[in-house]
């Protein structure tokens, strides 16, 4: 892990500056006290980043988790008995992670994943303009932004309000000015700069804006460019060691046979592996050294982190899509980089509050910014509008009710669903998917023979497959029966092929017209094939 430091260093200060408003601001959407939610996220960095077994990783308290801890710790009258239901809770996942129940991940199709992807993405934009333009109406700027709510469609109303408000004059120049400097700082960063020298790889873009934005703030306070207390991010600041102490609170066990307590565990125990399982399919995606998650090994993680932020006040933890998102994008390559941002985010609300406390708001929007769009590029739309509609319909199913609703589960939920259906006019079921042979005779090649239609049900069995193949042997992969093969596990054969030069593997796929070995696209070479 310390091998990959000068790569994990910069990218866990950059998720620091991501983290560090998302833990306060799903505290305050959640109605706990703004210091659950930093616990959260150093016990999500240090213990869970150092038990996962994921190398990019981060974990910390989740957006979707608020509306349930926020309705629970009203049904349970005290926080402190909502921090039982925590505690239990993270035991469920532990007995789930021990019981192998980590399989569920596989039954996700990649077009659902990366609808999810791009859902997120677009939430974060929407969620980040009025904290852009100096519009927040919360100490953080996040969750529920603007107070509004047109039933279940909170950000599409609230983008429209935004709107609104930008059209009407209210905006805060100063909030604008720090942003868009902070926005183009970035730009340039990424594009030119940090092709230009070790020294602007070493020092990323985000904290370069972040020091800039503390600089503006101090030298314009009074100032009509000033920003007020409102704009700024709002960290707890102890007075004394005694007063930091009081910012902990620990679970009433008096409650334990209280069935509202363990109705409100198995709820976070399940809503939090789901979204964690979730996550990890996600970043294994993102990830360009294409590493695969033990996901068992993740829900025993994620129960252990459960645990321990529940018996000293935290919020529930998840495995979270936008951190892991911007630990990749900034270079991350082992769990070092989420361990040293829990650590980071440690020594920040002890030692320097007062100095984080003078950041803009609109400086870590300008961040998010490049982290959402990233996630949801028009490239992306295209790409999978040209796969066909089997992936087309169900990315927009997972895109549009997260885009309008801010829900991840529902639009996941909506997704499956409609994957479902489609796999089901393609006649999905079949049992004899992978047949194998050559594993008892010691030539070094294992032929394997794919069935007639082969679906995304089947890429939990076919990546174990791969994963345990040999080094140094051949694999000859038979695909002359197959009439219809999924993307999904396209998308494994062409991560496979990744890590099979690695392993000096050499890959034969053989089909009506031949044997081709180690195609470089078997995305053409199917669709050339017409198994698509």
């Known amino acids: 892990m310390f091998k990959t430091i000068k790569n994990d260093l910069p990218a866990s200060i950059v998720v620091f500056f991501v983290a560090l408003p998302l833990c306060l601001g799903i505290a305050l959407a959640s109605g706990a006290p703004l210091f659950s939610g930093l616990i959260a996220g150093i ?35 005290t926080f402190e008995v909502f921090l039982l239901a925590v505690v239990l809770g993270g035991v469920i996942q532990l007995i789930l992670g021990i019981a192998k129940a980590g399989v569920i991940a596989y039954f996700f199709p990649s077009s659902v994943i990366k609808g999810m992807l791009t859902g997120i993405g677009i939430i974060i934009i929407l969620k980040q303009i009025p904290p852009f333009f100096g519009m927040a109406k919360n100490p953080t ?6 107070n509004v709510d047109w039933g279940s469609v909170k950000l599409l109303s609230g983008f429209i309000n935004a709107i609104n408000a930008l059209i009407s ?17 970035l730009l340039l960063w990424s594009k030119v700069l940090s092709k230009k020298g070790k020294i602007f790889q070493l020092i990323q873009g985000p904290l370069v804006v972040v020091v800039i934005g503390i600089l503006f703030y101090v030298l314009t306070v009074g100032g009509g460019l000033g920003l007020l207390e409102k704009h700024l991010v709002s960290v707890p600041v102890p007075d004394s060691f005694d007063s930091f102490k009081g910012q902990f609170s620990f679970p009433d066990f008096s409650a334990i046979t209280n069935k509202g307590v363990w109705i409100v565990a198995f709820t976070i125990a399940v809503v939090a592996s789901l979204e964690t399982l979730l996550c990890v399919e996600a970043t294994d995606k993102l990830d360009p050294d294409k590493n695969v998650t033990p996901t068992n090994q993740e829900l025993i993680a994620q129960g252990t982190g459960n645990i321990i932020s529940g018996l000293i006040g935290g ?38 509050p007062t100095l984080l406390n003078k950041i803009p708001l609109s400086v870590l929007a300008a961040i998010l910014f490049i982290v959402g769009f990233k996630l949801a590029k028009p490239s992306t739309f295209i790409a999978m509008f040209k796969l066909g509609w089997k992936q087309w319909l169900p990315f927009m199913a997972t895109v549009l009710p997260m ?25 999905f079921q079949n049992s004899h998917f992978l047949h194998k042979e050559g594993e008892d005779v010691d ?7 794919l069935a007639e239609e082969v679906t995304f049900f089947n890429k939990g069995a076919i990546l174990n497959e791969l994963d345990n193949l040999p080094e140094n042997s051949t694999l000859e992969l038979d695909v002359t029966k197959t009439r219809y093969l999924d993307n999904d596990i396209i998308e494994i054969l062409e991560d496979f092929a990744y890590k099979a030069k690695e392993r000096d593997i050499n890959i034969k796929l053989i089909s009506e017209r031949g044997v081709v070995e180690n195609p470089p696209s078997y995305i053409e070479f199917f669709r050339l094939n017409k198994k698509v």
């Open 315 to 352: 919020l529930p933890i998840t495995q979270v899509i936008v951190r892991s998102s911007a630990n990749i994008q900034s270079g991350g390559k082992s769990k070092m980089s989420a361990i040293i941002h829990g650590f980071f985010l440690l020594i920040s609300v002890i030692l320097i």
């Open 403 to 427: 885009a309008l609703t801010g829900d991840l589960l529902l639009g996941v939920g909506l997704g499956l669903a409609v994957g479902i259906f489609v796999i089901l006019l393609k006649s």
């Open 141 to 146: 700027g996040n969750i529920e932004f603007l």
């Open 169 to 185: 004059g209210q905006i805060t120049i100063g909030a604008v000015f720090i942003g868009v400097v902070s926005l183009g700082i």
């Open 443 to 449: 030539d070094g090649k294992i032929k394997m023979t």
């Open 43 to 77: 016990i999500g960095g240090i213990v869970v980043g150092a038990l996962s077994g994921s190398k990019i990783g981060v974990s910390g308290p989740a957006a979707g988790l608020a509306a349930i801890v926020f309705n629970a710790i009203d049904n349970l009258d």
